[in-house]
């Protein structure tokens, strides 16, 4: 089993409705990133927590830290065909100096307009 | 636009043959990081490079190494490549302090083994 699990696998919702993707570990996690990918391309950067029970929001989409550290949900409300694409969640798991991230498999967002 | 890039974007090689990667990062960030993500998986950690020195390396075989260049360049080499090195291959570069807060990735290298 993977270090860390995404749930779902994909997900297709129609457009206007919230959605959540969860991140789940069985470590304590130092640093949890969300990113966001188009299919074959690069990652963008959407947010990044540290401390238990941190929220942060960028436009649609929030994302939050649970108190243990060890789970985290990105959601998106009113969702638009612009949300689409591949999220990420990669965790500092290791507490190392470095920036290496351990991945979850990815969750794959379609919106139907 | 993450100013990271990467090159060439597309890639096609033979089993058994050797191969080299190039990204640029941003100036001043003097930690570059690659990464394998195969069709359908999340990014695995190749290899950490801190100011020309390899700082880090997951679980890949010697035949994946790397250099870094003090002009902020940095390059993955792969040799005798198997059919399961066909994956995108992703760097990322931090600025000095910030590892931890900022990490930008570039567009990747789609790499096909055939």
């Known amino acids: 089993s993977q270090e860390l699990e995404q749930s779902p696998q994909s997900l297709i919702v129609q457009e206007g409705k919230n959605l959540t993707i969860n991140c789940t570990s069985s470590?304590?996690?130092?640093?949890l990133y969300w990113y966001k990918q188009k299919y074959g391309e690069g990652l963008i950067f959407l947010m990044m927590?540290?401390?238990?029970?941190e929220e942060k929001s960028h436009e649609k989409i929030t994302a939050k830290l649970d108190e243990k550290k060890q789970q985290s949900s990105l959601h998106i409300t009113a969702s638009q065909p612009s949300h689409a694409g591949i999220y990420l969640c990669?965790?500092?798991?290791?507490?190392?100096?470095?920036?290496?991230?351990?991945f979850g498999g990815g969750t794959r967002l379609m919106v139907k307009p | 636009e993450t100013g990271v890039t990467q090159s060439p974007t597309h890639l096609i090689k033979t089993r058994g043959q050797q191969v080299t990667l190039r990204c640029s990062s941003q100036?001043?960030?003097?930690?570059v990081s690659w990464y394998q993500q195969a069709l359908g998986q999340g990014p695995q950690f190749i290899f950490q490079?801190?100011?020309?020195?390899?700082?880090g390396r997951g679980n890949f075989p010697p035949r994946f190494s790397g250099l870094q260049f003090p002009n902020y360049s940095s390059e993955l080499n792969v040799n005798a490549l198997e059919l399961d090195d066909s994956a995108l291959y992703l760097c990322?570069?931090?600025?000095?302090?910030?590892?931890?807060?900022?990490?930008?990735f570039g567009p990747g290298t789609r790499l096909t083994v055939t």
């Open positions: 100036s001043g960030h003097n930690t």
């Open positions: 990322a570069s931090s600025p000095p302090g910030r590892e931890k807060l900022e990490q930008y």
């Open positions: 470590k304590t996690l130092y640093g």
């Open positions: 490079y801190y100011r020309e020195e390899e700082n």
């Open positions: 927590l540290q401390k238990g029970g």
């Open positions: 990669g965790a500092d798991m290791y507490h190392n100096a470095g920036n290496m991230l351990t």
